[in-house]
């Protein structure tokens, strides 16, 4: 009954790999985030989508593609990955209220990511 | 842009005792929302507590509470009576309330140790 969950939860791949993580949520939200944390632990967001439409967009490669089929899913897909892509994944996500404010986030485990 | 800055990167504090997390933020504007978050080891992200700016009494939740001085743009928690489940990093962030941009902006952390 996790209410933000992440498949996979560690992932190892060699450089120049295209790999995907999944984010699902049932908490009913209808808008979901991706932050990355480095190995200095620092957390920014890349990604946000409120009801399949993506509305925030961080100065990411483009080479890190979300989607989003439904509000219960957010997946990202990277492709050609760097060694400095090597970090965790933490996916979000929020209701929002009338008015357009945001309730809180709540975050899934995290995604581990090294690549060699 | 908004900022989150957490000077100290690590405290400590005997079991049972009380400690103060410190931070600061920058921002022009006038509604918004702060939060603790805690990563334990496990990586969690566990929202701890919540502050909207336009409340002016300060957010309290069990053991934990804010001190929020909204003319300083100071927003520090203090935790009572320290466990030494409360081992972890702690993150203070900051969300407009604007409904456009529903990011949290994160401060670099800081790690809590509890000494028994």
């Known amino acids: 009954d996790t209410a933000v969950s992440q498949t996979p939860k560690y992932l190892v791949t060699q450089m120049g790999n295209d790999k995907s993580i999944k984010c699902e949520q049932n908490?009913?939200?209808?808008?979901m985030y991706w932050y990355k944390q480095d190995s200095k632990k620092f957390l920014k967001i890349m990604f946000s989508?409120?009801?399949?439409?993506?509305?925030i967009n961080e100065t990411v490669p483009n080479r890190f593609s979300p989607k989003s089929p439904d509000k219960a899913h957010l997946n990202l897909h990277i492709n050609s990955l760097e060694l400095g892509d090597s970090a965790v994944y933490f996916c979000?996500?929020?209701?929002?209220?009338?008015?357009?404010?945001?309730?809180?986030?709540?975050f899934g485990p995290g995604t581990r990511l090294l690549v060699l | 842009a908004q900022t989150v800055t957490q000077s100290q990167p690590e405290m400590s504090v005997q079991e049972a005792e009380t400690v103060t997390l410190s931070c600061t933020y920058d921002?022009?504007?006038?509604?918004?929302?702060l939060f603790w978050y805690k990563q334990p080891p496990s990586r969690q992200m566990i929202l701890v507590i919540r502050?909207?700016?336009?409340?002016?009494q300060n957010a309290t939740e069990n053991r934990f509470s804010v001190n929020f001085q909204k003319a300083a743009k100071s927003f520090s928690l203090k935790i009572s009576d320290s466990q030494l489940g409360d081992a972890a990093m702690y993150f203070c962030?900051?969300?407009?309330?604007?409904?456009?941009?529903?990011?949290?902006?994160f401060g670099k952390g800081i790690t809590l140790s509890v000494r028994p």
């Open positions: 989508y409120n009801n399949k439409e993506l509305i």
């Open positions: 908490l009913g939200h209808d808008t």
């Open positions: 921002t022009s504007e006038s509604d918004y929302y």
């Open positions: 979000a996500s929020s209701q929002r209220k009338t008015g357009g404010f945001q309730e809180t986030q709540y």
């Open positions: 502050q909207e700016a336009y409340k002016q």
């Open positions: 962030a900051y969300r407009s309330a604007s409904g456009a941009n529903s990011k949290l902006t």
